[in-house]
């Protein structure tokens, strides 16, 4: 019996033959071709596994079964200025999400400390708005200052919109390690996604943050009407960039925003577009992040043997699965927590309280689901209503 044809044509023959390439390459830092890129986004499902353990190859040549956890801390939520139609912190959003203004250095700290305490070894300082004013580097400044005093081993990154001249070097002098400002999709479609500020500008803070030696974060959004060609373009500038971490979300289409009922996603096509991410930038630390409880569902522990990098507990303005359920996910898949302190965290004591006080678990699977197909049943998205900015225990 001839074997059917993926879904642009190639038949399984052609599907090896570009794994095999795009695993070489990989495995010596080089990029694919842009239509080899495309490709594995058009790959059939019969070859997902294929996929999936080909990227594999490529993760665990620098990555070996490492996780690396990640922490966000929403110093500041909602009430932005600008328009950012995937972003519930937006102009004009109606979505329910907390709002608040700075956090105290005092609380951002004890935030840092709880996920710290669940096993991260990387915090993230994320505020709203279009970027920091001085006063506001000094601000997230004397906060770096504090987490690294109590967690030297800690790495931390901010996260703060657009910078100006100077700004990323304070942060840097303060003790930051890393900058995160996302591209989020290809210059081409940029406009369609935001109007109060261009593509180029973004690529401009990335630039000035690995110019003052912080370590370059930016990734992208997939799910937000995009083609496969401007996953491939993001992609693609991501490496140009040099972005050290490139985290992967997917879209969370909140009520309240442009694009509040759009669930474009299955947990294949997923896969699929972290694969395409893990052969572009086969040294970068991929990571997957909002969206991935409620897109990848099931096939999450799938998606771990492709990134080497994950958020632990919830979002800025969702809630993720349990903490508790981020480490036994890692566990079962025989993974290793990257940097893990023997007592501390996922293998030992100090999160247990919060985890314990985290509430029930919300492992993301949806009732009536389909696994593979866009669902008819939409799945729960959890405004966040624990940790900073509230008086619930943290999820860490
Ligand atoms: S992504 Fe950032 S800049 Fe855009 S609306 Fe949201 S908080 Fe504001």
New binding site residues.
Partial sequence: MKPSPGRDGTGPADVRDLLDSLVARGLAGAAPTRAEAVAVLRTSDDDLLDVVAAAGRVRRHRFGRRVRLNYLVNLRS?L?????T??????G?TAPVLTYSWLSTDDAVAAARAGVAGGARRVCLV?????PSDRDVARVSAMVDGIKREHPHVEVCACL??LRDGQAERLAAAGADAYSH?L?TSEATYADI?T??EYADRVETVERARGAGLSPCSGLIAGMGESDEDLVDVAFALRDLGADSVPVNFLVPFDGTPLAGRWDLTPQRCLRILAMVRFVCPAAELRLAAGREVHLRSLQPLALEIVSSIFLGDY?TSEGQAAQADLALLADGGFEVDGAVPGVGAAGEEGTAARAAAGPERPGAMPGAVPGAVPDVVPDVAVRRRGPGTRVAPNA
Wanted: with cysteine.
């Fill in positions: 909602g932005c200025p600008e328009d950012c995937y972003c519930s912190q937006r102009l959003s505020a709203s708005g279009r970027g919109g657009l996302n989020n935001c109060t500020h800025l």
